[in-house]
C-alpha cells in the first residue's frame, strides 16, 4: 500500500461552517490531488498540486481551497461548506510527471446536513 | 460533457469465465489510459495501464486493449473470480493536459461462485 493517510475518515457537519480535510503522505511524492466521487461521476479532481506551495485547480474547484506546506501534507479547505459538497474524497499521490498511474488513499467521508 | 464514458454501470458473471468492460472516450488528445479497482470503503486500487503507442497490454488475468480509431478501451478479466467483484473505473490522461486524470463513471462487476 502506498503511504497515503486521510484523516478525518468520515465528518458530518452544517451548512456553513468550515472543514478542512488532510492527506499526509510517507513517499516523498512531488504530486498530490484531491478528488470528489459522486455517484454516476466516477472521480472528479478537485485541486492538484506539483511541489511545496504550487497548486492549480481541477475540474470541479468552486468552493474548495488547498494548501501545501510541507511534502507530505496537502490540505483541502470548504470555506462554508454547503450540502452540494456532500461527497467521499479522495487524496491521490504520484512520483514523476509523466505516463504514471497515481495511488489513492482510503477516502474521507463528509456529511453536510 | 463526459469526456470518457462507461456505459454499463454494472456486469454480472460467473465465476470462471470472462469479464468484459468497455470504456468510451471523446478527446482524440488522450494518450495514456488505466484502469482502477475499487472496494467498497476503499480508495482506488491501480490495476493496469495503456500507451497511446500500444493497441494491448496484460497483466496476468487482466488484458487492456485500445481501439485509438474508435476512441475504446476495453478490460477483459479471464477467468473471473469472487475477488474480483468490485467497481472498476478507467481513467486517461493527456500530455498535453498536464496528465490530469479523467474517470468514467465505472461499472460495478459482481462475479457469482
Known amino acids: 500500500d502506498a503511504g497515503i493517510t486521510q484523516s478525518p475518515r468520515h465528518k458530518v457537519t452544517e451548512t456553513g461552517t468550515p472543514v478542512t480535510l488532510r492527506c499526509h503522505q510517507t513517499e516523498n511524492h512531488r504530486y498530490m490531488y484531491w478528488y470528489r466521487q459522486d455517484p454516476g461521476h466516477g472521480l472528479r479532481l478537485i485541486h492538484y498540486s506539483y511541489g511545496v506551495k504550487d497548486t492549480d485547480k481541477g475540474e470541479v474547484s468552486d468552493g474548495y481551497s488547498v494548501s501545501r506546506s510541507k511534502t507530505e501534507d496537502f490540505l483541502l479547505t470548504l470555506e462554508s461548506a454547503t450540502s452540494s459538497q456532500t461527497s467521499v474524497y479522495f487524496c491521490?499521490?504520484?512520483?514523476?510527471?509523466?505516463?504514471?498511474?497515481?495511488?489513492f488513499g482510503d477516502g474521507t467521508r463528509l456529511s453536510i446536513l | 460533457d463526459q469526456q470518457v464514458k462507461q456505459n454499463s454501470p454494472s456486469l454480472s458473471v460467473q465465476e470462471g469465465r470472462i469479464s468484459i468492460l468497455n470504456c468510451d472516450y471523446t478527446?482524440?488528445?488522450?494518450?495514456?489510459f488505466l484502469w482502477y479497482k475499487k472496494y467498497p470503503a476503499e480508495g482506488p486500487t491501480f490495476l493496469i495501464s495503456?500507451?497511446?503507442?500500444?493497441d494491448k497490454n496484460e497483466d496476468g488475468r487482466f488484458t487492456v486493449f485500445l481501439n485509438k480509431s474508435a476512441k475504446h478501451l476495453s478490460l477483459h478479466i479471464v477467468p473471473s473470480q469472487p475477488g474480483d467483484s468490485a467497481v472498476y473505473f478507467c481513467a486517461a490522461t493527456a500530455k498535453a493536459a498536464g496528465n490530469k486524470l479523467t474517470f468514467g463513471g465505472g461499472t460495478r462487476v459482481l462475479v457469482k461462485p
Open positions: 478527446n482524440s488528445m488522450f494518450d495514456y
Open positions: 491521490a499521490i504520484k512520483d514523476r510527471a509523466g505516463n504514471q498511474p497515481q495511488h
Open positions: 495503456i500507451s497511446s503507442i500500444k
